[in-house]
């Protein structure tokens, strides 16, 4: 499918955590939230990010679902499909994501 001239791909994410965002369990996930999102930022197609108070450590994951603190959402907005595929499954992003796997 080609995407329309002037239009951008929003991906939202949402995730359940095995643990409290402050658990030993969740710890190698939570610092390296915003190793991750920065990375994704530098990305040549990246456009825009939901943000939470940019606490260290925070990421984005502020936002909740239902008041249930494990509920992470991440919301990020690309210039095409092939640059967020690009990011998630080619750069460091692809090794958490095997971790959960």
Request: zero cysteines; glycine letters at 8%; charged letters at 25%.
């Amino acid at each position: 499918m080609k995407q329309p001239a002037g239009h951008h791909l929003a991906e939202l994410n949402i995730g359940r955590l095995l643990a409290d965002v402050d658990d030993p369990r969740v710890a190698d996930f939570m610092n390296n939230l915003d190793r991750i999102n920065g990375l994704g930022k530098r990305m040549p197609s990246f456009v825009w990010m939901s943000e939470g108070s940019g606490e260290p450590g925070t990421g984005n994951t502020e936002m909740k679902i239902a008041g249930d603190p494990r509920f992470i959402v991440n919301m990020t907005v690309w210039s095409d499909a092939v640059s967020l595929k690009t990011f998630v499954f080619d750069t460091l992003h692809a090794k958490f994501m095997e971790r959960k796997a």
